[in-house]
């Protein structure tokens, strides 16, 4: 497989797509996670889902142990998969991984993503230090108990534990110790998708994401927890691909602009 090859999954073939989608998982998170997200959207996108070192199979690599090292390796080689129109989704800490992403293309003049669908994660200029990745094991577990997202029995597995937990711990302590550029921002608009029951992030810390984005965006709310996607995964794929869609037609229309609604409430 080639180093290219290495980084992303296509699970559903796409011979004629209107467009491209990259999808970067959240901390501990694989492929593997969009693998129904890929089903309902294909074969009008392209589906293609990052896979980090570390999981699944990539398990023999070294985990990348900072979020911007991740960034910088998967810059250097999405570039040739990117061909038409694209967008990016990430979900908690895949939304700021793919927000560097983007802004390594936007600095270096190549083609850069047209959107930005930012789900369940803080916006960078909220991110912090919670100390998670300093706790032991058991109160990783009780973390990943506490988001859900993570099969019951690979809570009471060991043999499974053994391989969820190192790269949980690293991509914790990579987005804890994230510290964004001053003013940082994309210039594509960015989409906040966020549950108003997630745990971990508060709306507030969500909308907060227009902060980083010179062409605004919109803000699409739901409810099920740090990990809506699985309880509201049609409505999840109606959003993105209604977007997508708008998009591609000239229709989309920034509801937010410079972190204020367009139609000046906040």
């Known amino acids: 497989m080639s180093a290219q090859n290495l980084w992303f999954r296509?699970?559903?073939?796409?011979?004629?797509?209107?467009?491209?989608?990259?999808?970067f998982p959240h901390a501990g998170g694989s492929a593997s996670y969009y693998h129904p997200m890929s089903k309902a959207l294909t074969p009008e996108f392209d589906i293609l889902a990052v896979q980090y070192p570390g999981r699944q199979d990539r398990y023999g690599e070294p985990l990348v142990p900072s979020l911007d090292a991740?960034?910088?390796?998967?810059?250097?080689?999405i570039e040739p998969h990117m061909r038409g129109p694209v967008a990016f989704f990430g979900h908690s800490m895949g939304s700021v991984v793919a927000f560097e992403v983007a802004r390594r293309l936007e600095?270096?003049?190549?083609?850069?993503?047209?959107?930005?669908?930012?789900?369940g994660g803080r916006a960078p200029s909220r991110v912090h230090d919670d100390g998670v990745h300093r706790r032991g094991d058991a109160a990783l577990v009780a973390e990943l108990r506490?988001?859900?997202?993570?099969?019951?029995?690979?809570?009471?597995?060991p043999d499974l534990l053994e391989l969820v937990l190192p790269p949980l711990r690293n991509d914790y302590r990579a987005i804890e110790s994230y510290?964004?550029?001053?003013?940082?921002?994309?210039?594509?608009?960015?989409?906040?998708?966020?549950?108003?029951d997630d745990p971990r992030t508060t709306e507030e810390e969500a909308r907060a994401w227009h902060g980083?984005?010179?062409?605004?965006?919109?803000?699409?709310?739901?409810?099920g927890g740090h990990f809506?996607?699985?309880?509201?995964?049609?409505?999840?794929?109606?959003?993105?691909?209604?977007?997508?869609?708008?998009?591609?037609?000239?229709?989309y229309r920034p509801e937010v602009v410079g972190g204020q609604s367009a139609l000046g409430h906040p």
């Open 10 to 23: 296509r699970y559903h073939p796409a011979h004629a797509p209107r467009a491209t989608l990259f999808c």
């Open 70 to 77: 991740l960034a910088d390796a998967i810059h250097t080689v």
């Open 107 to 119: 600095r270096d003049g190549h083609p850069a993503p047209a959107l930005l669908f930012a789900s």
């Open 146 to 157: 506490a988001m859900g997202g993570t099969d019951a029995r690979v809570l009471t597995e």
């Open 179 to 196: 510290r964004p550029e001053v003013d940082a921002r994309i210039d594509a608009p960015i989409v906040v998708m966020a549950a108003t």
């Open 212 to 223: 980083h984005t010179t062409a605004g965006g919109s803000v699409r709310l739901f409810q």
């Open 228 to 251: 809506y996607l699985e309880s509201q995964g049609a409505r999840v794929v109606e959003v993105i691909g209604g977007t997508l869609r708008d998009h591609l037609a000239g229709r």
